[in-house]
């Protein structure tokens, strides 16, 4: 589906909502923020006031030291290694709050989270959640799903994901053979993870 065909299906779905939630979710490497970004674009270019924005899940990454202390450095982004109760929260806010909301958002070049770093302000209507585990059965992520107004779950296949993130760490200055560990360590058993355990998505795409 192109995004503008999309945009436009979303936009029509929030026409009757205070505030409209549409979840994002799949593997790492699937192509969930270019799809966020690109739907954003497309929803405030047709509209008079920026009235989407993104939200990242990424920003409830618990802090490295946190996960050296449990043990769980090699396993960042794994669903155990995020603050999963304080996003269920702050969507559980954004779905009901008419005021300004600061949210933290990740810096991959610090490989930190930034408190803070964004405001979700009262105006802005449709909110584009966007991770891995959005709509993961295990809790308590699994009390996102009726948070959310739409789910759409991007799915490219193991083949094409594993060719992404082996080029992921490559472009970071690992070699090849460290680019497979990463990726066969811990990202694509993630991937797994998000398809195997994810609830049933109003749209899946490719």
């Known amino acids: 589906m192109q995004t503008q065909t999309l945009a436009t299906q979303i936009m029509q779905l929030a026409q009757d909502k205070p505030r409209c939630l549409i979840a994002i979710a799949g593997p790492p490497a699937s192509g969930k923020s270019t799809l966020a970004a690109a739907l954003a674009q497309c929803i405030n270019s047709a509209q008079a006031i920026t009235r989407s924005v993104v939200i990242p899940m ?6 490295n030291a946190v996960l050296e202390q449990r043990g769980l450095r090699q396993r960042k982004g794994a669903p155990h290694t995020f603050d999963a109760s304080g996003f269920v929260d702050l969507i559980r806010t954004l779905k009901t709050s008419q005021r300004d909301i600061a949210i933290p958002l ?3 070049a610090q490989d930190a989270v930034i408190p803070a ?3 979700v302000n009262r105006q802005q209507h449709i909110l584009l959640v966007e991770g891995n585990y959005l709509l993961l059965k295990q809790q308590p992520w699994a009390q996102l799903s009726t948070l959310f107004d739409y789910r759409i779950l991007l ?4 083949a094409v994901l594993e060719q992404r993130l082996l080029q992921r760490w490559l472009d970071n200055g690992y070699d090849a053979a460290a680019a497979r560990q990463k990726a066969e360590l811990n990202d694509l058993p993630n991937a797994k993870t998000v398809l195997e355990q994810s609830m049933t998505a109003d749209q899946v795409l490719s």
Not at 58 to 63: R, S, T, V
């Open 106 to 108: 990740f810096d991959r």
């Open 155 to 158: 799915n490219p296949g193991l």
């Open 58 to 63: 990424d920003g409830f990454h618990l802090d």
């Open 117 to 119: 770093a964004q405001t």
